[in-house]
C-alpha cells in the first residue's frame, strides 16, 4: 500500500504537468506503461495542435515523435520553453502526435506494481541507465506504436536521452526497425574526453561512493523525502566526504527547475563507472560478477556500430558533460550517423531543453529533418 506522503507527492506532480499543458492550450493525455519488471512509467501525450480537441481535429493519422528527457529531468523538459518555442509543442502544431517518456523512478514513474519507493527503497532504485534503455524505452515504444497503429516512429533524446537510445539499438537490435530517425541533443555515450573536471575526479573512486552511499540507504538523488542526503548521524569519513561532495556537484549542475525528478544514485554509479573507465559499457559488477553475468571478466562495451537508424548528434563546444571528440568519434562508428555542432559557441548542455534561442538553432533544423524524412 502506498503510503499518503507518497500519493500527494505523486498527484501533485500528475496535476501540475497537466495543468501546464492545458495552461498552454494544448490538449494532453496520461497513460500508463508497465514494464517487464513491474515499474508503471508515465508518458505524456500531445496529440493535437493548439486549441484542437478530439471533436475537431483532422482525423488523418499523423507521424509520431517520441521525446525522452535526460538525467534527473522529465517530460516537462520538452515544453518547459512554452508555445512558440517548446520542442513539443512546435512539433504538434508540424503536425506530429507527440509523445514523451518519463523514466522509472522520475516524474510520475515513481511507482511499482509491488515495491513502494519510499519503503523498499534499496530494492526499487537498483537500476542504471541500462534499465531504462532495454526496459523503459522499448516498452514505451512498443505501447506507443501499438496505440497509433505506426510502424515507426521519430526519437528525440536530451543528454541520458541520448544515452539509453545507444543502450537499447546496441543491445536491443530489433529497434533499428521501429525507429525511422533520431535527433540526439547532447546524448552522452563515449566518454574518453569527459570534459567536467569535478566529476572525472570523482568517479576514480565510483565503486567506493556508490557502496557507501547504498549500505546507507542512500539510494535515490532528489527525491521527494528527505533521503537525498546522508543522515546527520552517519559519522564523518573519507566516503561521507566524497558522497556529499558529488551531491553538492549534482545540485549545482541541475539547480532548482519543475523540469527535475528524481533518479537512482546507480545512474550516476554507471556513468562513474565509465568516465574513470572512459569507455562506454555496460555496469561493472567486478571481475566475478562480470563472469557470472556476461561471461567474461570485464563488463562489456556497447556495440554502437549495430546501430543502423539514421541518427542526428546535436553537440556544443561549451558542453561540460559531452566533448565533441567523443561526438565525433561516435557518429564515426556508426554507419548511418552524422553529427552538427550547435552554432553558438556559448551553448550548454542544458541549454539544449532552455535556451529561448534553441528553437533558431536547432529546433527548426529538427523539424524540417523530419518533415523530410516523413515524406
Known amino acids: 500500500m502506498e503510503n499518503a506522503r507518497f500519493l500527494i507527492y505523486q498527484v501533485g506532480i500528475y496535476y501540475e504537468t497537466i495543468k501546464r499543458t492545458g495552461q498552454d492550450g494544448y490538449y494532453s493525455e496520461s497513460h500508463a506503461v508497465t514494464t517487464s519488471d513491474g515499474y508503471i512509467l508515465d508518458l505524456q501525450r500531445i496529440p ?34 512554452g508555445p512558440d518555442l517548446a520542442l513539443a509543442y512546435l512539433l504538434a502544431e508540424a503536425g506530429y502526435d507527440v509523445w514523451m517518456g518519463n523514466a522509472r523512478g522520475g516524474l510520475n514513474s515513481r511507482r511499482h506494481v509491488q515495491l513502494n519507493p519510499d519503503v523498499e527503497r534499496n530494492a ?7 534499465d531504462i534503455g532495454t526496459k523503459d524505452v522499448p516498452e514505451m515504444i512498443d505501447y506507443i506504436l501499438k496505440v497509433t497503429g505506426q510502424p515507426q516512429l521519430h526519437y528525440i533524446g536530451h543528454s541520458q536521452g541520448g544515452t539509453v537510445f545507444l543502450v537499447m539499438n546496441s543491445i536491443r537490435t530489433e529497434y533499428n526497425q521501429k525507429i525511422k ?30 557502496s557507501f552511499a547504498v549500505t546507507h540507504g542512500i539510494v535515490e538523488v532528489l527525491g521527494p523525502a528527505e533521503t537525498n542526503e546522508p543522515s546527520p548521524e552517519i559519522a564523518d569519513t573519507t566516503e561521507k566526504g566524497l558522497l556529499d561532495t558529488l551531491l553538492d556537484a549534482i545540485t ?17 554509479a554507471h556513468f562513474g563507472q565509465n568516465i574513470r573507465a572512459k569507455t562506454f559499457k555496460r555496469w ?26 539514421n541518427t542526428t548528434m546535436h553537440y556544443t563546444v561549451s558542453d561540460d558533460l559531452l566533448d565533441e571528440r567523443d561526438v565525433i568519434k561516435m557518429s564515426s562508428v556508426m554507419p548511418n550517423a552524422r ?12 541549454d539544449f531543453v532552455v535556451a529561448p534561442d534553441a528553437k533558431e538553432l536547432l529546433y527548426d533544423y529538427i523539424i524540417e529533418e523530419l518533415n523530410n524524412s516523413s515524406k
Open 48 to 81: 493535437f495542435r493548439r486549441f484542437e480537441n478530439e471533436e475537431n481535429a483532422p482525423k488523418t493519422p499523423k507521424p509520431v515523435v517520441f521525446l525522452m528527457h535526460g538525467l534527473q529531468s522529465n517530460s516537462v523538459s520538452y515544453i518547459f520553453l
Open 252 to 268: 549545482s549542475l541541475f539547480g532548482e527547475s519543475e523540469m527535475l525528478a528524481p533518479a537512482s544514485i546507480k545512474q550516476y
Open 124 to 130: 526499487f532504485f537498483d537500476y542504471s541507465f541500462e
Open 339 to 350: 553529427n552538427r555542432k550547435i552554432a553558438r559557441e556559448s551553448f550548454t548542455h542544458t
Open 181 to 210: 530517425s533520431a535527433h540526439l541533443l547532447a546524448g552522452v555515450g563515449y566518454m574518453e574526453h569527459f570534459p567536467n573536471r569535478l566529476l572525472r575526479a570523482l568517479a576514480i573512486s565510483t565503486n567506493l561512493i556508490y
Open 284 to 309: 561493472d559488477y567486478g571481475p566475478i560478477g562480470n563472469m557470472r553475468t556476461y561471461g567474461s571478466l570485464r563488463a562489456p562495451s556497447y556495440d554502437i556500430s549495430k546501430i543502423t537508424i
